[in-house]
């Protein structure tokens, strides 16, 4: 059985005051439903597990009616940071849950292939993750202000979401961070707590998070069809 975390619990300050990026509209559809639906339309995946803020668990029930979403769901409260927002959608899984593929709910141009690249992947080494080649060249500064030396980038990757796993293993992983109290925003970094290899799924199309005002216009350009 596989299943799908969708993390939908943050508020995205960087979008601005007021400015719930998950329901922002871009091309004809919330960005959250855009995410959701993509996980919904993979047949390999078998649920979908969101992670929603408290007292929104109504709005998400109306949007998977609103847009006809198949496949069985269900809503969690988010915790206090994102690696506790993941914690409360493992523990909602089912016993015979084998992968689970965790998702930013706003990243929602990720297209299947990367979704099963990742899923095949964390089955043959216990966790995968999708991630692209750092292609700027990159500058470590030690004030903030100027420059301290040049980085080698031919070994720096940017991860990316899904970051699939197998269930024991992202459950191991996260809980030996809540042992050693690390909040940590990315559950590959839990994994190598505890020794666990990462598998690098490179990811060939666009994957962008919405973060920033700017980036909706991306991903309404990747989002729209082509006519």
């Not at 992947?121 to 004030?143: C, F, N, S």
């Not at 970094?189 to 991306?218: F, H, M, W, Y």
Request: net charge neutral.
């Amino acid at each position: 059985m596989i299943s799908a975390v969708i993390v939908a619990a943050g508020r995205g300050t960087r979008m601005g005051p007021d400015r719930d990026k998950l329901w922002l509209e871009v091309a004809g559809r919330p960005v959250i439903a855009h995410t959701w639906g993509r996980f919904d339309a993979v047949a390999a995946v078998d649920e979908i597990v969101i992670v929603v803020r408290e007292g929104l668990q109504g709005q998400f029930a109306e949007l998977a009616q609103r847009f006809g979403f198949q496949k069985p769901y269900r809503l969690v409260p988010g915790g206090a940071e994102r690696q506790d927002s993941v914690w409360n959608g493992l523990q909602a899984l089912g016993p015979g849950e084998e992968i689970v593929a965790v998702q930013d709910g706003a990243r929602p141009c990720t297209s299947e292939e990367l979704i099963l690249a990742t899923i095949a992947a964390a089955r043959e080494t216990g966790a995968a993750v999708a991630a692209q080649p750092v292609t700027d060249t990159i500058k470590e500064t030690g004030d903030g202000r100027t420059i301290l030396r040049t980085v080698d980038r031919s070994r720096l990757w940017a991860v990316q979401t899904p970051q699939t796993f197998r269930v024991e293993v992202l459950r191991r992983a996260i809980q030996t961070a809540r042992e050693r109290g690390l909040k940590l925003t990315d559950d590959t970094a839990a994994c190598e707590l505890i020794g666990q290899a990462v598998r690098l799924v490179s990811a060939a199309g666009a994957n962008p998070k919405v973060t920033v005002p700017a980036d909706l216009l991306l991903v309404e350009s990747l989002l729209r069809p082509v006519v």
